[in-house]
């Protein structure tokens, strides 16, 4: 993705329109609107991402933001999560500066196969709502969020407890 693709501009854009595309962008995903927590992380990430391309739009010197390679190694690590490799999954992942939609989709998946469903549920909650649009996102919540439930059904009773 290029700085103008970022700021959602096109490349004739003038520099009151970056500004503007900046400022609203800015609004949106100043860190300090979320939580503590994966969300926060994700929002440094993106603002850091913001304010390159800002700055590579003003001075003229837009260049992609993003390795095209990225896609490639996301598409690797579907391939290990795949193939039940989730330590090299994981390992693969951490090895990401940017940490957009599919990743925290991807680092959701391996966290469900290795039973860590509650950190699980976060990872895959940043992902539907970085895209709401992607119906694989928000099936793979709903997956994860049902098993959670199954599983809280199953252990409360043995201590005496409901859920309420």
């Known amino acids: 993705m290029n700085a103008y693709e970022v700021l959602n501009i096109s490349p004739a854009a003038t520099r009151d329109e970056i500004r503007n595309a900046y400022r609203a962008l800015a609004r949106r995903w100043h860190p300090d609107r979320f939580m503590e927590g994966p969300e926060r992380d994700w929002a440094n990430d993106k603002m850091a991402q913001i304010n390159a391309a800002y700055h590579a739009c003003l001075n003229g010197?837009?260049?992609?933001?993003?390795?095209?390679?990225?896609?490639?190694?996301?598409?690797?690590?579907?391939?290990?999560?795949?193939?039940?490799?989730?330590?090299?999954?994981?390992?693969?992942?951490?090895?990401?500066?940017?940490?957009?939609?599919?990743?925290?989709?991807?680092?959701?998946?391996?966290?469900?196969?290795?039973?860590?469903?509650?950190?699980?549920?976060?990872?895959?909650?940043v992902a539907a709502n970085q895209n709401p649009a992607c119906t694989k996102y928000a099936a793979a919540l709903k997956e994860a969020a049902g098993q959670e439930e199954a599983r809280a059904r199953r252990i409360l009773p043995r201590f005496g407890l409901r859920r309420g």
């Not at 991807?106 to 966290?111: H, I, S």
């Not at 290795?114 to 950190?119: L, Q, V």
């Open 61 to 125: 010197t837009a260049a992609p933001m993003i390795a095209e390679d990225d896609e490639t190694r996301l598409a690797r690590v579907q391939q290990l999560i795949d193939c039940g490799d989730y330590c090299a999954a994981r390992k693969m992942l951490m090895g990401f500066a940017t940490r957009c939609a599919e990743w925290n989709y991807l680092f959701g998946a391996v966290l469900m196969h290795t039973n860590d469903r509650a950190k699980a549920l976060i990872y895959l909650k």
